[in-house]
């Protein structure tokens, strides 16, 4: 539960580390082992999504609605963007027949806090 509030709470687009060291704060005995095995049932219920736009990075978010996600090459944030979805549905005709099991849309470049600096 506390792993799950951690979500509600922050919308960040966590690592592993990112939650271990919160949650950790309240819950000492916490494990790796334990915020890893909690997060894949959460992706397997489809509460949350992965998201890798680096090879090296695995994040996570709330698999509530479809949505981008821009990546600054700056200072590292990640923002949600909106995706028209009719949009979206009529790009997708051409897979008609097809089962879609996933889909990802990452965008990267330097967002307007850095662009200022």
């Known amino acids: 539960m506390r792993i799950f509030t951690y979500f509600v709470k922050h919308r960040n687009h966590p690592t592993v580390n990112d939650i271990y060291e919160e949650v950790a704060k309240e819950i000492p005995t916490l494990s790796k082992t334990t915020v890893y095995n ?6 397997e219920k489809n509460i949350l999504d992965v998201i890798i736009i680096e090879e090296n990075e695995t994040r996570y978010d709330w698999g509530e609605c ?48 850095c662009i200022k600096k």
Do not use: A, R, W
């Open 38 to 43: 909690t997060l894949s049932l959460f992706v």
């Open 66 to 113: 479809i949505h981008g996600h821009f990546k600054c090459d700056c200072c590292k944030e990640i923002y949600d963007i909106g995706i028209d979805i009719n949009t979206m549905k009529k790009q997708t005709i051409d897979l008609k027949g097809f089962k879609i099991n996933e889909h990802h849309i990452y965008f990267k470049g330097f967002c307007p806090k």
